[in-house]
């Protein structure tokens, strides 16, 4: 048996000492038998499609940068949140043909983005922040920030990103 003290304790447990009440609480000993199947616990069920593959983000700055997100899962689809400069505001679905989401991971794969550093910038305050997360073959996301400071192969896989997701966005024709 255990004794449990009633009352809201949290903030003041000093005052609380003086008005606790004890209370007898009966706890259950540990079952000899092993778990049925039926009691076991089950892994929540994924699917491919749960959790994007890959999710691509601009941020706003002072001045008009396009801030828009997109969260692109395995079977090419899109949600897309427009922010900020962009034609599109708000939420949309758009689709990714699976070809071209397969090349763009196979290019992620090409720049060595497992080994790209987490952060690059150099702390100035103005600069929108590019973003990209790509599930890893562990499944992890790994994301990676770029506002200044990059080195070239970083900078030319963010801009291959920016120009297939810029496309999806609308954003082309301001270039």
Not at 28 to 34: I, L, M, V
Not at 95 to 104: C, F, G, H
Request: aromatic share 8%; glycine share 4%; hydrophobic share 40%.
């Amino acid at each position: 048996m255990f004794l449990l003290f009633v009352g809201s304790c949290a903030l003041l447990p000093a005052a609380c000492a003086q008005q606790a009440v004890p209370q007898r609480v009966k706890t259950k000993k540990p079952s000899q038998k092993a778990p049925t199947k039926e009691a076991r616990p089950k892994a929540p069920a994924v699917s491919a499609e749960a959790d994007p593959v890959l999710i691509f983000e601009r941020t706003r700055c002072f001045g008009t940068c396009p801030a828009y997100s997109m969260r692109v899962f395995a079977d090419g689809h899109i949600a897309y949140q427009g922010d900020w400069g962009v034609p599109i505001l708000g939420p949309k679905e758009l689709k990714l043909p699976p070809a071209t989401l397969a090349e763009i991971l196979r290019q992620a794969q090409k720049a060595r983005f497992d080994q790209f550093k987490s952060l690059y910038s150099q702390n100035t305050s103005d600069l929108p922040s590019t973003i990209a997360s790509i599930r890893q073959a562990d499944g992890r996301m790994k994301t990676v920030v770029v506002e200044e400071g990059a080195p070239e192969n970083v900078l030319a896989f963010f801009s291959y990103l920016t120009n297939q997701f810029d496309q999806l966005a609308n954003l082309q024709a301001e270039k």
